[in-house]
């Protein structure tokens, strides 16, 4: 049982160049989520999924896009990589149901944009 | 859309004192508050949560008490340990929604604890 998976763990990109993240969790978890950590300004949610098929615009969606092809498995891409991109990227996973409460984050990805 | 604060940015204790962290949110419907503790390098953990039907829980060392008619709540940390030492997040949230209500956290405290 690993939990949620990030890869890759660091990545550097040039300016206007595409990536892709993917997460992944094998706890079967419905939803599924995207966070960026910046310093001072904690974690601000990217994009979210509630389930297979489906996404959801958080916070800060602007410059990614994400899909949810399977349940077990949330893709965040960068199409055109900027600067303002360079932080560290926590997807974390949680079951539904009002008695399920912990979110489970994978171990981050450090992106450079330069 | 949910707006938590989180105060101090930062804070220094010297080991043995205690340390709290408070936070503030502005959605009424908020009705979900986890406390996530994120060592240096590390993924965020839960180290406590409460419900809004709860007006403080304890945990050992760490306590967290809400206010729902203020709309704030904080974290307690009691005889403090050097590997207390790490930033702490609050974040509020709604886990009665049919829908995923996303949690939405705090920008995150600095704690250090001085040997």
């Known amino acids: 049982n690993a939990g949620v998976t990030q890869t890759p763990k660091f990545r550097v990109l040039k300016t206007g160049q595409s990536m892709t993240l993917l997460c992944a969790q094998d706890?079967?978890?419905?939803?599924m989520y995207w966070y960026r950590q910046d310093p001072g300004m904690g974690l601000r949610l990217i994009h979210y999924?509630?389930?297979?098929?489906?996404?959801a615009k958080g916070e800060v969606p602007d410059g990614y896009n994400v899909s949810r092809l399977k349940k077990q498995n949330f893709l965040l891409g960068l199409e055109s990589a900027a600067p303002s991109q360079t932080s560290v990227y926590f997807c974390?996973?949680?079951?539904?149901?009002?008695?399920?409460?912990?979110?489970?984050f994978g171990q981050g990805t450090r992106l450079t944009v330069v | 859309g949910e707006n938590v604060e989180q105060h101090p940015s930062t804070l220094s204790v010297q080991e043995g004192d205690s340390a709290v962290i408070k936070c503030t949110y502005s959605?009424?419907?908020?009705?979900?508050f986890p406390w996530y503790k994120q060592e240096l390098g590390k993924r965020p953990q839960l180290i406590i949560d409460?419900?809004?039907?709860?007006g403080e829980k304890k945990d050992q060392r760490i306590a967290v008490t809400l206010n729902k008619t203020a709309k704030h709540f904080s974290l307690h940390i009691t005889e403090t340990q050097p590997e207390d030492s790490a930033v702490y997040f609050c974040?509020?949230?709604?886990?009665?929604?049919?829908?995923?209500?996303?949690?939405?956290f705090g920008s995150g405290t600095q704690l250090t604890v001085l040997p």
């Open positions: 999924s509630v389930g297979e098929g489906t996404t």
């Open positions: 974040a509020a949230g709604d886990r009665t929604s049919g829908s995923a209500r996303q949690l939405t």
């Open positions: 974390a996973s949680l079951m539904r149901g009002i008695l399920n409460t912990e979110a489970f």
């Open positions: 409460i419900r809004s039907n709860v």
């Open positions: 706890m079967n978890h419905e939803y």
């Open positions: 959605d009424s419907a908020s009705n979900y």
